[in-house]
């Protein structure tokens, strides 16, 4: 049983920078893909990005490449989204999530077997 933490939510101006991070405990962490998910009110939980095990590759959806980094370090069991040129329409609260194994797509959060509480992140115009 894997219990993800996420931390480094918070408000900030549009073109702003944030820092997530996501601690793991309960498992092994090196094991797992691992994922950034946001849910806007009354809209879905959307994917962000996600990095396999091994960081055998990144993913983003279109909206954040080329502003947003995922990054992971196993020897912390930590995974982290690195948040650059924030926009209003990034204000969501994110989620961390991991997968024992994914079967499809790394943006089909229906794979992901563990969540985290989600961390608020306000972006203001």
């Known amino acids: 049983q894997v219990q993800l933490v996420e931390s480094g939510g918070g408000s900030v101006q549009a073109g702003g920078s944030l820092r997530l991070s996501c601690a793991a405990s309960?498992?092994?962490?090196?094991?797992?893909?691992m994922a950034w998910f946001r849910q806007a009110p009354g809209k879905e939980r959307d994917f962000v990005a996600a990095?396999?095990?091994?960081?055998?590759?990144?993913y983003y959806t279109d909206s954040v490449k080329g502003r947003f980094t995922i990054s992971r370090d196993d020897a912390k069991n930590t995974v982290n989204l690195q948040m650059n040129n924030l926009k209003p329409e990034d204000t969501a609260n994110y989620y961390c999530?991991?997968?024992?194994?994914?079967?499809?797509?790394?943006?089909?959060?229906?794979?992901?077997?563990?969540w985290g509480q989600g961390t608020q992140v306000t972006v203001s115009s």
């Open positions: 309960g498992g092994t962490f090196s094991s797992y893909d």
């Open positions: 999530a991991a997968a024992s194994w994914i079967g499809t797509w790394y943006s089909d959060r229906s794979e992901y077997d563990y």
């Open positions: 990095i396999p095990r091994r960081s055998v590759g990144t």
